[in-house]
């Protein structure tokens, strides 16, 4: 059931980055230990979207979200939106208004939000740091998650809240050379 929406060429391309992210980073480093089976069981939705502004990725967040209310077999929505928000700082103040999307229509509880940008830096961390990249993705990204399900995914795992730290480890050994050698041969043009 895997679904992907493009319109063009050029979609396929911001796609094509972010399923490389994916296999090479989130799967492929274990990053996330539950996407893994999401992916095998195409139950994931790719959609790129076209919005210039602001409201327009609002608009098709709020679309999306109702897909996802009307479909359960879409467990997860990764919503690529290569056009807007490109600065990290202007994506930060954004991500309220995603949430007050989810509050406003009676989802709080139902779904949640998980935010991927090419500039991620986490509070605390200068930009370059190397465990910036856990959250780093080739374009902006709101990954759009059924809370139940993440519940009961978190459920099966074993020791979930050392997943953070482990990632954070994971990158440090890596280090900086390599994270941008990788960025560079799988997720940009």
Known sequence: MQETTTSNDTDAKYLKAIENWLDSMVVGLNLCPFARRELDNDKVRFSVSDANTDQDLLDTLLQELLLLDSTPAIETTLLIHPHVLQDFHDYTLFLP?????????????????AS?????????????????????AP???????????LERAIDS????????????????DMGREQLQTLWQANYRE
């Open 157 to 172: 795992h074993p020791n979930t809240a050392d997943i953070p730290e482990r990632n954070i480890q994971l990158m440090n």
């Open 116 to 136: 991927f940008h090419p500039q991620y830096q986490f509070a605390g961390c200068e930009p370059d740091d190397c465990e910036n990249y856990t959250n780093r």
């Open 139 to 149: 374009y902006p990204v709101l990954h759009l998650l059924r809370e139940n399900s």
């Open 97 to 113: 208004r995603t949430n007050r999307v989810i509050k406003s229509n009676g989802w709080k509880g139902v779904y949640q939000i």
